[in-house]
Each structure stands twice: as C-alpha cells, then as structure tokens.
C-alpha cells in the first residue's frame, strides 16, 4: 500500500492507504476527500484536482508533461511554480510510496 496525506487549511488531514497505481485525484474523489473535484475524471482537462505538494516529496515526483504544466496555468487558487501538481498526474507507487499535498482553498 500507499500513503496519502491531505493536509486541509483548517489543520485537519486526511490520512489514505492505497494500491499502487492510484492517483492522488483517484484516490481523494473515491475516498471522499473534501476540496479535490476532479472533474474531469483524470484526463488533464479541467484542473480541479490541483495539489500543493509538500517539499521534501517533490524530488520523488515524475515529470510534469506539457498537457499538465498548460492545465497549472488555470488554477483556481495561485499556482505555485514549485509546489503545484495535478493529482490525477501524479500516480502512487514505482518510488513515490508516500506524499503529502496541500489542498487549495478552492478548485472551480
């Protein structure tokens, strides 16, 4: 398994276990994760899922593709250069086993 923390503005978290192979927008629309929308089911269209990743975990992070980095520039809450991702791009497993992401304020 996985581990995904989802670290909310008010200081609560919510804590995920799940299978490699899952996205961080997967895993937070199944699981009910409050603020992650992702409404267009994971496709790199709509840039509700937008992440702040947590620093010590973005050296583990792939590559962000070109379809990603035009969607990060249509964020609902300012994107941060560093730390922004959309999580239905970023897939748990193969080296990323635990990440820590902060959710924005807003998604639409």
Do not use: W
């Amino acid at each position: 398994m996985t581990k995904i923390s989802f670290h909310h503005a008010g200081g609560a978290v919510d804590v995920l276990d799940v299978d490699p192979g899952t996205s961080i927008m997967r895993a937070a629309v199944t699981n009910g994760v409050a603020g992650i929308v992702g409404e267009c089911g994971g496709q790199a269209m709509c840039a509700t899922c937008h992440v702040y990743v947590r620093p010590e975990y973005l050296a583990d992070l792939p590559a962000i593709s070109d379809d990603e980095e035009e969607m990060l520039d249509c964020t609902a809450d300012p994107r941060d250069a560093a730390r922004s991702r959309l999580g239905c791009q970023v897939i748990l497993g193969n080296g990323l086993d635990d990440v820590e992401v902060d959710v924005p304020g807003s998604q639409v």
